[in-house]
């Protein structure tokens, strides 16, 4: 397993979703950042499910700074960070021991490790996401001495609903304030009228989220390897159930011209910026001081609340209804992560610009 | 700059395209590996301009490798292959020093780095990519002795273009025999005459590659953050010019529900397989044994043959006609890059598997 | 700070001494690995104080497995193990607040992060090697899978006094059983006088741990950088307080020549092997089948139940007599901890080894 | 093998010592430091035999900067470095195909890769350092735009000889003028006829290199793994022929007591440093601004000009001479590569302090 992410400000994460605990270890984080307590739990609070068209199961979810931090301020040592799981019910999940539930990664994880925790996935649950939370509102806390970069994020896109405002126009308090992070009350009524209606039928929607980066300096990225774009794309390919990333115009670039889609330079208060921005912001891997413009999809939960065919350990398909609260869509928890999974390549990249 | 890419299976490169070589560096290629010249050098004519629909530029590309084999296998040093630059003309770029061109890298570079190379992009040229497909050339020798994994990829869409075919029926002798390395003889003609339109126009176009990868094991990839899907990713979005990435039924299953895009599970011949392949061969980030599947978007060129504006390093807007040869297109030849850092991607988790 | 070691048998640890807990975290112990919870109990009671002869503070150091372990079987997730601290009184060290103590690190750790936790010294307090001793316990459970190598380490120096006894003769049994780690009964009631010596006087004493790795496979190590000798160097170099390394005939080689310092060559039982063994059994950088040995030096503890002078905050020197129990020596102490390292770098260079 | 060294100023090197070339790659050197050829070519020089008391075999060691480099400047991008093998005369070797070569890594090579380069050593071969001072030299250059750091090191013992001097008066103009590269007059004529003695019989003898670095800036220096006394000790212990590593006191240190070993603080023109400096400026790690002070064990050359028995691939023990020029000692030698390996971790350190 590979459970560390970034190379100078480092996050590492342990813990399943039936194990004791879930917890986050930032190295790297340099000393002297005020420890804003109040940020990491309104933080881990936005991921919660028990939240209305989330899952039903409540976490209490209260972090416990366990290092690097003394009298409010964090001290250059690792930071520490645990998160109790109050709600293992390891019975409910025996009937699934002999199960690969199908599109889940029971079947890839046995196949690997020869061994699995059967108890709701393991590390491969949601659960693990609660980790990354930690490490990008610690991030934030490090990114805010910096910079004054903001990161917008909001589902744009649910099954076939789109949102009609364009990523320039997306707002913050308006996402928030939405119970699916929706951005657009135009289309949020419809995204609801769809979550209701996966919910009658026990079936799941995909989605995607939308990224602005605003307030980014000029210069982040590391060639060849470590470009911006790299980076993010890698960060993002690695949330649960993400199945898609496209920077800028993305893959509408691909149906373009040249002429159309080179973004024309224009110098504001002796600043160049671009009109347009298909680039989302990067070229050739390093922030060109536009916001970064991302998307990523995500893919409809596996679990649904449908009998469905799947395999055994005996090599054998069975039919099989999966008992339990099942979440139509995983995109709508994602947005917090896909945030803090952001904030980490920018602190990291930030660090290593030297 | 961050210039080694893979943490077992490691590349590092260097060099500029106006430099006097572009050097590749492996390490962590296993001893007793046997050394196929034939196969390095046949891989770098593949990518190598003058060719048809590409640049005309004359590039011999010979390589020459420094160490690490001996006796025609590898002997676990690192192997150092050096590829000489024979087409320096730093004069043509003159111009360019206090230019910085529209959508290219000279903007971003001069921001990062306060002193840029501007005889043709420097580290951001698409020369670059020859020390990739080298790494990728010795990837595949790697792989040969462990596995019987195959990539194939073809360009399967061209501006609005789109190949008729699918991706499980792309056939890698076809795609090579291809100048434009297209799958369908169908779209390929109007792909061809897409082409033709752009030169003439001087204008330019993106595109799209797909990426078919047969004999895959299963059990690849690193949770949580070297995920088979993650580490795909990030080497894509490294490549010049890519815009987007996604795996199996990428954006599309963002629009799906649950009942209709999970994989139904058969098994055939004590083998648990799928009967679709939504999930791109992946799931929570470990190889299923199924073919991995996936696409890359690329921009069109930003270097085209029509005047367009570009800022200066005095901060002005001035219209200028770039001089010289561009590529209508870099998918096609970014084909053989793709194929590239898909076996290295393969190579350095084969190796972390342990 | 950089708090994680290891490439592929990765240990992350955090944690204060004065802190709520101290924290470790194994990733890449590959799945299916017997957890042993008795010996990671008994090792952390090896170098728990409380014992004789080294200071009186009771610990209780029982470990929480949280993550990566699952119906006694490592699982291949990331093993995350936490012990909480059980005395932490800070109160005692506000007269330190504005101290740098002699030879400690307050001064260093001010100079570097500008903010310090002047508890008892922080991540500097020999606390944190508690999470070694949890890693290297795995890092044992890990290798006893693989191969049969066996670490021995004893104290064979105390200040002025050296045991009498080879480095071939130490043996395991004897050394635990000696609550001063020492190998050989003959010195061992000086090394005690010594110890009882220093306690009188309120002073402390350096001394030597030496190692022998018997049952190495031939072929770990990997040239050029992570050399066997260069990554147990590093290693035992990283632990508080260590002053010298050196491997086999060490700085006596430097004083011999190379008719006499050259290791002859024999054949036993097919098994190619060395009469001596002057480079402790490492060429190259890679094991050669014969014992790997070495010894660490360690200087005298810096905490003296004398007045010193000390530096303060406001750059003065002032004399103080530092309250509080001192261990007259941590070289006792330190032996579980050198034999942890050991075991984290076999453990790593063997996933290495490909 | 794992040829990079550093984590942001990365030196990854290759070649062998019969293979046409030795490269150097430098990633993570920042743009905009002036590259000085000279100081390039001059190390390179210090370190290459065909002087005085070194073998006489000519190597014309011209570095050929390849990439990172423009106008007199670095440029951000991996700084190429090609030196080629001018010597290369494969016939001398072939007696050797068989023979694991007395205290050489011939037998621990053929143990890891199963196949190995007999010509020499291939990459276990001395000219290996060659590609360390190149990175070493950058560096220097790098540094330079940094803080006033400066590296003297010394032949301070050379068998049973030792220098008279301090290692506080070690002088570095002294040093390079003396071509066995020691500091000291007095003890220098008694070295030189050691190493007239071990020529006449054709033996060899090991030898001490001491080396203080002046300059240093306090704060230098990454608890807990990578703390600066580890980084040094890995990078020491990683060159060729290395048996030991002591900083400050070292072994000397364990035979003392806490009262005399402790250093005092005095506070001068507000500076805080100490009275002695038995902890070789470093303090938990970090550096405290003192000078930075160690010594670095070097074994006698194991090839000698005597008959030896040496085993072979069929596991026989056979006598042999091994004929050809042979260094009495590397330590001279040792010289530069010690002061560059010091150079590229105090770079790495710099960059990462943050």
Redesign the interface.
């Given at each position: 397993?590979?459970?560390?992410?970034g190379?100078?400000f480092?996050l590492?994460?342990?813990?399943?979703s039936h194990?004791?605990?879930i917890?986050a270890?930032v190295?790297?984080c340099?000393?002297?950042v005020p420890f804003d307590m109040e940020m990491l739990r309104s933080d881990l609070s936005r991921r919660r499910p028990g939240q209305a068209n989330t899952t039903a199961r409540v976490e209490s979810d209260e972090p416990?700074v366990?290092?690097?931090v003394?009298e409010g301020?964090t001290?250059?040592?690792?930071?520490?960070v645990?998160v109790r799981n109050s709600n293992q019910r390891s019975k409910d999940y025996e009937p699934l021991r002999e199960l690969?539930r199908?599109?889940?990664?029971d079947?890839?994880?046995d196949?690997?490790?020869?061994?699995?925790?059967h108890r709701g996935?393991?590390?491969?649950s949601a659960r693990?996401t609660l980790a990354r939370v930690v490490g990008g509102a610690i991030a934030r806390m490090y990114l805010a001495t910096q910079t004054s970069v903001r990161v917008t994020a909001a589902v744009t896109?649910l099954?076939?609903i789109s949102t009609e405002r364009t990523i320039e126009a997306m707002d913050s308090e308006r996402v928030w304030a939405s119970d699916i992070r929706a951005d657009d009350p135009a289309s949020e009524a419809r995204m609801r009228e769809h979550l209701a209606a996966?919910k009658m039928t026990g079936?799941?929607?995909?989605?995607?989220v939308s990224v602005r980066v605003d307030g980014m300096p000029?210069?982040i990225?590391?060639?060849?390897?470590?470009?911006l774009?790299?980076?993010?794309?890698?960060?993002?390919?690695?949330i649960?159930g993400?199945?898609?990333?496209?920077?800028?115009?993305?893959?509408e670039?691909?149906?373009?011209?040249?002429?159309t889609?080179?973004?024309?330079?224009?110098?504001e208060d002796?600043?160049?910026r671009t009109l347009t921005n298909?680039?989302?912001g990067?070229?050739?891997?390093?922030?060109?001081?536009m916001p970064v413009i991302f998307r990523v999809?995500?893919?409809?939960?596996?679990?649904?609340a449908?009998s469905?065919?799947?395999?055994t350990r005996e090599?054998?398909?069975v039919d099989h209804l999966i008992e339990g609260r099942h979440d139509p869509s995983i995109?709508i928890r994602a947005v917090p992560v896909v945030e803090a999974m952001t904030m980490l390549v920018l602190a990291d990249l930030w660090?290593?610009?030297?």
């Amino acid at each position: 397993m590979a459970n560390t992410f970034g190379t100078l400000f480092r996050l590492t994460t342990f813990g399943e979703s039936h194990g004791p605990a879930i917890g986050a270890v930032v190295d790297g984080c340099p000393a002297g950042v005020p420890f804003d307590m109040e940020m990491l739990r309104s933080d881990l609070s936005r991921r919660r499910p028990g939240q209305a068209n989330t899952t039903a199961r409540v976490e209490s979810d209260e972090p416990e700074v366990l290092s690097g931090v003394f009298e409010g301020r964090t001290t250059g040592a690792p930071i520490g960070v645990l998160v109790r799981n109050s709600n293992q019910r390891s019975k409910d999940y025996e009937p699934l021991r002999e199960l690969y539930r199908r599109s889940h990664a029971d079947y890839t994880y046995d196949a690997k490790y020869g061994h699995r925790d059967h108890r709701g996935g393991g590390r491969a649950s949601a659960r693990e996401t609660l980790a990354r939370v930690v490490g990008g509102a610690i991030a934030r806390m490090y990114l805010a001495t910096q910079t004054s970069v903001r990161v917008t994020a909001a589902v744009t896109a649910l099954g076939e609903i789109s949102t009609e405002r364009t990523i320039e126009a997306m707002d913050s308090e308006r996402v928030w304030a939405s119970d699916i992070r929706a951005d657009d009350p135009a289309s949020e009524a419809r995204m609801r009228e769809h979550l209701a209606a996966m919910k009658m039928t026990g079936d799941s929607t995909g989605g995607v989220v939308s990224v602005r980066v605003d307030g980014m300096p000029a210069g982040i990225g590391e060639p060849i390897y470590d470009k911006l774009s790299a980076r993010l794309a890698g960060a993002m390919m690695s949330i649960n159930g993400s199945t898609g990333f496209e920077i800028g115009a993305g893959f509408e670039a691909a149906r373009r011209t040249g002429s159309t889609n080179n973004d024309p330079f224009v110098v504001e208060d002796e600043v160049v910026r671009t009109l347009t921005n298909n680039s989302g912001g990067i070229q050739g891997g390093i922030s060109n001081g536009m916001p970064v413009i991302f998307r990523v999809a995500f893919k409809p939960p596996s679990s649904i609340a449908q009998s469905q065919q799947h395999a055994t350990r005996e090599k054998t398909v069975v039919d099989h209804l999966i008992e339990g609260r099942h979440d139509p869509s995983i995109v709508i928890r994602a947005v917090p992560v896909v945030e803090a999974m952001t904030m980490l390549v920018l602190a990291d990249l930030w660090r290593m610009k030297g």
